[in-house]
């Protein structure tokens, strides 16, 4: 991107068309400028202007018609530089996202109800990237067996919430055996994560008696298929599909749709999350900012939620690149924050 050294005059015009397309979704002339007042020069001077910020790569002229449009470089100098907070926004979305404050205990239904609200207020694809249950540090934790090659973890955070997960294992156990592991972690592992106390085991084994090395074995087995499923399976939750993928005709619809579809896309959009994931502020990607081909016609809004102690996942809003940007980035801000704070309040 070019070093933007714009003017006032061409911020101007470039902040009102910026904000005219995003509301419209068409191009914006200079003669539409001069009406609505964004400048009280003349409709020749806003046009030179205009061709000024096309040359700096600012606009473009998708067509003959007098009209442009931002490019990305464009949308994202309105974002960083010429974005003016909203109250109004923000006090909107205090309210849509004030109900997630009562969902307590249970934190996978606190997410859902995360991605719903963001998928509803935006009117676009509401996302949440869930904690790995290996990652958190637990306060207390259960093995319970539910069939033959089946082990379910109850495990309860720091923060008093409860996060369970079904393990597939070749690995035989009774009852009283993962009592036993239950015991043993809890007594000596807490506050510490699932793949910590793995890695732990793996150098005490030595030393132990060989009487003890195949419940060890075994209770290592155990957190190894928990951490490689965990690994496989798909940690986010989507909402609104239907809303993105039936709302604009310029995006690749064929594209669009296999970001539902394919799970090597969501497995991409799951590792970009969690790239991001260590920000303490809202991020916004922008078309092809994400590198990811299937929502390169997209914007990408997130921010993260956790503890006092820890950063667990993300949250935030994939749209096109039209999007209302003044009420977005405060929702997907509040959001983050009101998951915090329900986690810390339970603490």
């Known amino acids: ?5 714009l003017r006032d005059k061409d911020r101007t015009v470039l902040r009102a068309i910026v904000e005219n397309y995003l509301k419209i979704g068409k191009p914006v002339s200079s003669g539409l400028l001069h009406q609505k007042g964004a400048l009280s020069d003349s409709p020749a001077t806003i046009r030179n202007i205009m061709v000024k910020l096309e040359e700096g790569g600012f606009l473009v ?3 003959t018609s007098a009209g442009r449009i931002p490019t990305d470089q464009g949308l994202r100098f309105y974002v960083n530089s010429l974005l003016e907070e909203s109250p109004l926004a923000l006090e909107r979305s205090s309210l849509a996202t004030a109900d997630l404050a009562a969902r307590k205990g249970d934190l996978n239904s606190l997410l859902h109800q995360a991605s719903r609200v963001l998928a509803d207020e935006s009117d676009s694809l509401g996302f949440v990237l869930s904690p790995r249950i290996s990652r958190i540090h637990f306060h207390h934790v259960r093995f319970i067996k539910i069939a033959e090659s089946k082990v379910m973890i109850i495990l309860v955070t720091l923060f008093n919430l409860v996060l369970t997960e079904i393990v597939t294992t070749e690995t035989y156990f009774d009852q009283s055996e993962l009592d036993r ?9 807490q506050g510490k994560t699932l793949a910590a106390v793995r890695e732990g085991l793996l150098g005490e084994l030595s030393h132990y008696k060989s009487k003890f090395e195949q419940a060890f074995n075994k209770l290592m087995a155990l957190l190894k298929d928990s951490i490689v499923q965990e690994d496989q399976a798909d940690p986010i939750i989507l909402q609104g599909a239907a809303k993105l993928i039936g709302k604009f005709d310029e995006f690749d619809l064929d594209r669009l749709k296999s970001l539902f579809q394919n799970f090597e896309e969501k497995a991409g959009l799951a590792k970009l999350l969690s790239d991001f994931i260590s920000l303490d502020r809202v991020k916004v990607l922008i078309g092809r900012e994400s590198n990811l081909p299937s929502i390169s016609e997209c914007s990408l809004i997130l921010s993260h939620y956790g503890d006092r102690n820890q950063v667990l996942g993300s949250v935030g809003i994939i749209g096109p690149k039209r999007l209302p940007y003044k009420k977005i980035i405060p929702l997907v801000d509040d959001v983050a ?4 704070q329900t986690i810390s309040h339970n603490s």
């Open 61 to 63: 002229q998708p067509h």
């Open 181 to 189: 592991a239950s015991q043993y972690l809890n007594q000596g592992f």
């Open 337 to 340: 924050k009101k998951i915090s």
């Open 1 to 5: 991107m070019k070093n933007p050294n």
